[in-house]
């Protein structure tokens, strides 16, 4: 499949389960930092401008709207044939969001083969947010609640979570939320193959 999107455990086994989610992804180029969002141009042309003073940059979407493989952490088991090079051709898959704690070799979802894409998704939203910008709706819709002790009381904000969330997943990429970076919005849905 040609159009691909990598997803992390628990965004996969959501996914699955049927909801529609809301995924937050930085842009790979950030705009000037005084540069704002003017448009989303999403129907013919796939991109979004920033503009400071009359100045604009243009940016291409990085997932337009339209239908996606799920790349996600996988292993294989047994090998059923292989090519003139000995690599897999057909093999027996499985996917660690399906809780699977088999003793196996867990592989980065980059390196996730065609054929062992099984689930399947539909962008139906795409726009840009600085992630300071990203509402408590956001942050539930991203999956994120808040931690609460035994006695009902929060112990940990929904803020909070998002921000550990957030640095796990993109900190040492470059883009720590204390910078506030710019984001791909996503509104995803899956669909059934």
Known sequence: MKNTIILTDDEALRLKSGDTMTL????????PDDYE???????????VTFELMGVGITIPLQYPVGEYGIRETWAYDRILEE?????????TYFYKS???NQDVDWY???????????GHLIVLEDTAKRVQNISINDI?????????NA???????????????????????GYP?????????????????
């Open 151 to 173: 006695q009902n009381e929060i112990v940990e904000t929904y803020e909070e979570k998002w921000i550990q969330l957030w640095d796990s997943l993109n900190a040492k990429r």
């Open 98 to 100: 399906d809780g699977l």
């Open 83 to 91: 090519d003139e090079h000995y690599k897999p051709v057909k093999a």
């Open 24 to 31: 937050f992804r930085p842009l790979g180029e950030q705009p």
């Open 108 to 118: 980065s979802p980059a390196t996730m083969p065609s054929d062992a894409i099984r």
């Open 37 to 47: 969002l003017s448009a989303t141009y999403t129907e013919e042309a796939f991109y």
């Open 140 to 148: 539930r819709a991203e999956g994120v609640c808040d931690t609460r």
């Open 177 to 193: 939320y204390e910078k506030n970076p710019w984001n791909w919005v996503l509104e995803l849905s899956g669909i059934e193959k």
